[in-house]
């Protein structure tokens, strides 16, 4: 049964920082996709971040687009979302999702965690 569950949100001040964590299990093949999205109260949720297991080739969003670093680590099972120069406007509840392969389009993901809130607030 794949899982994925999502840690490190929190509160931070605008221009602060997190980083977040994606553990998954459960994977029953060596190529996958993992992606990051998030959702804000009354929003859409929005792709904002996606990576292979294979080429770990990273995409963004326009919105996090030099802000946010995504990255792998295949050996924990584990992606990360290093976010800098957070702004008010990405308060949202982070979610990381599992797909066959790369996209930011939130239907193509099969699995999905269960969110981490992420607050940026003076």
């Known amino acids: 049964q794949v899982q994925l569950v999502e840690s490190g949100g929190g509160l931070v001040q605008p221009g602060g920082s997190l980083r977040l964590s994606c553990e998954y299990s459960g994977l029953t093949s060596d190529y996958y996709a993992i992606g990051w999205f998030r959702q804000a109260p009354g929003k859409e949720r929005e792709g904002i971040s996606c990576?292979?297991?294979?080429?770990?080739?990273?995409y963004y969003a326009d919105s996090v687009k030099g802000r946010f670093t995504i990255s792998i680590d295949n050996a924990k099972n584990t992606v990360y979302l290093q976010m800098i120069g957070l702004k008010p406007a990405d308060t949202a509840v982070y979610y990381c999702?599992?797909?066959?392969?790369?996209?930011?389009?939130?239907?193509?993901?099969?699995?999905w965690g269960q969110g981490t809130q992420v607050t940026v607030s003076s």
């Open positions: 990576i292979n297991s294979k080429e770990t080739i990273p």
């Open positions: 999702a599992l797909a066959r392969d790369i996209t930011l389009v939130a239907h193509e993901y099969e699995y």
